[in-house]
């Protein structure tokens, strides 16, 4: 990622270059990610994935809930690959919860949901596909979930903003909403990655 482009999603967009649902207009601050961008970057994802993990069956693992949307973009550009290349590979899936924030605040104790299932990815390929990386403290849970349970073959990560093993974005040191990142169950439906502001924190605070 070059230096301009990294100023650009620090600084972010005004709300008004963009569609933005009418509920949420007084809620944001920037738009930091479009989602045309967000789809273009997902795209290539897909195709580095299959350059990297290619030729083996590989096991994506959605983890829920803020990764479902860039999970199912990222399968449809996997998908599309496997249909119209010379070179395919076998694609299942399966999904796990993580939850570890109350409001904007990170509770420092990582919940996993449905991690007593895992034990059918022993010896497969797995791309687990994450929404948003920061501490790292919920990949580490979720990576010492695995070898305790499955002790899978190979791990790759995909997540869209910062890097694990696939950088999707790397984006600023804010509270970020939308494409399925949410701000206690709100956002979800918004296409675009943005700020929150102050204001929608204690308007949406439980």
């Not at 005004?14 to 989602?35: S, W």
């Not at 979800?188 to 943005?194: E, F, G, K, N």
């Amino acid at each position: 990622m070059n230096e301009n482009h990294s100023d650009s999603l620090n600084k972010g967009h005004d709300l008004d270059l963009f569609c933005v649902p009418r509920h949420y207009e007084n809620d944001l601050d920037k738009v930091i990610i479009p989602h045309g961008l967000i789809m273009d970057r997902t795209e290539r994802l897909a195709r580095d994935i299959i350059q990297d993990m290619g030729g083996h069956h590989i096991v994506a693992l959605c983890v829920l809930k803020g990764g479902y949307k860039f999970f199912a973009d990222l399968l449809d550009y996997i998908k599309a690959l496997n249909q119209n290349s010379d070179k395919s590979v076998p694609l299942t899936v399966d999904f796990i919860r993580v939850k570890s924030y109350c409001n904007d605040k990170s509770t420092n104790s990582v919940k996993v949901i449905g991690g007593d299932e895992l034990s059918s990815l022993s010896g497969k390929n797995v791309l687990i596909v994450e929404d948003i990386v920061e501490t790292g403290r919920t990949m580490q849970t979720l990576l010492s979930l695995l070898s305790e349970i499955c002790f899978p073959n190979m791990t790759h990560f995909a997540d869209v903003s910062l890097f694990v093993s696939d950088i999707g974005f790397e984006v600023p040191d804010a509270f970020l909403v939308g494409y399925a990142l949410d701000y206690n169950e709100y956002f979800r439906d918004l296409s675009h990655i943005c700020i929150l502001n102050d204001q929608a924190k204690e308007k949406y605070k439980v």
